[in-house]
């Protein structure tokens, strides 16, 4: 069983600064990841899949990169409506067997 | 428009089965490539994937909880059910279903239903 992890758990950002949030897979995903974003009383929002493609609507600041185990999600210029917790997901082999990170919360520093 | 929608018990006593039902619009489980998938978050804890269902019928299970779990769909009613026997407190969480597109994307969710477990 593949098993995600992230780091940090929490991350401390200003508003308009960049934030780079990792997540880890313990064997190749190759690119067979996503990232979701969820707020407060909100079910997640797929942001992107591919490690890199973004889904329809998601605004330019988010980018994705990586493959294999390591991955990243960067948020170029932190918004207000941007602080929430951030999830990975791997759906490696078909068909699939999803498997979530532990989460990265973005918090207001 | 997409949408679903989970419905059941909000409360289910330890031992018992818990049935789920997720409703949905705007898209039909038998077009190709198109699923339901069902995933749990504990109250302040992280997303746990449970099943999921797809447009031939191929079904996939956590491995963790897969002697619990049975989903099933009813096409002509739009409808995915999922049970999961043999409850216990540490199965209270809020209940998502989400549409699953292109074979792995959880692309549209539900709004999310709270069961408690508790006697």
């Known amino acids: 069983e593949i098993v995600m992890t992230q780091s940090p758990a929490t991350l401390s950002v200003s508003p308009g600064e960049r934030a780079t949030l990792s997540c880890r897979a313990s064997?190749?995903?190759?690119?067979?990841l996503a990232w979701y974003q969820q707020k407060p009383g909100q079910a997640p929002r797929l942001l992107i899949y591919?490690?890199?493609t973004r889904a329809t609507g998601i605004p330019a600041r988010f980018s994705g990169s990586g493959s294999g185990t390591e991955f990243t999600l960067t948020i170029s210029s932190l918004q207000s409506e941007d602080f929430a917790v951030y999830y990975c997901?791997?759906?490696?082999?078909?068909?699939?067997?999803?498997?979530f990170g532990p989460g990265t919360k973005v918090d207001i520093k | 428009q997409i949408t679903l929608k989970e419905s059941g018990p909000t409360l289910v006593k330890p031992t018992q089965t818990l049935t789920l039902t997720c409703t949905f619009s705007?898209?039909?489980?038998?077009?190709?490539?198109?699923?339901v998938g069902w995933i749990r978050q504990p109250p302040g804890k992280a997303l746990e994937w449970l099943a999921l269902?797809?447009?031939?019928?191929?079904?996939r299970y956590s491995p963790s909880l897969k002697s619990r779990l049975t989903i099933t769909k009813d096409t002509s009613k739009n409808q995915v059910v999922l049970t999961m026997t043999n409850m216990d407190p540490v199965d209270t969480a809020t209940y998502y279903c989400?549409?699953?597109?292109?074979?792995?994307?959880?692309?549209?969710w539900g709004q999310g239903t709270l069961v408690t477990v508790s006697s």
């Open positions: 989400a549409m699953v597109n292109y074979g792995y994307l959880l692309d549209y």
């Open positions: 705007g898209f039909s489980l038998s077009t190709s490539g198109v699923g």
């Open positions: 269902i797809y447009w031939n019928d191929d079904k």
């Open positions: 064997q190749s995903v190759s690119s067979n």
């Open positions: 591919g490690a890199s």
């Open positions: 997901q791997q759906y490696n082999n078909w068909p699939p067997i999803f498997t």
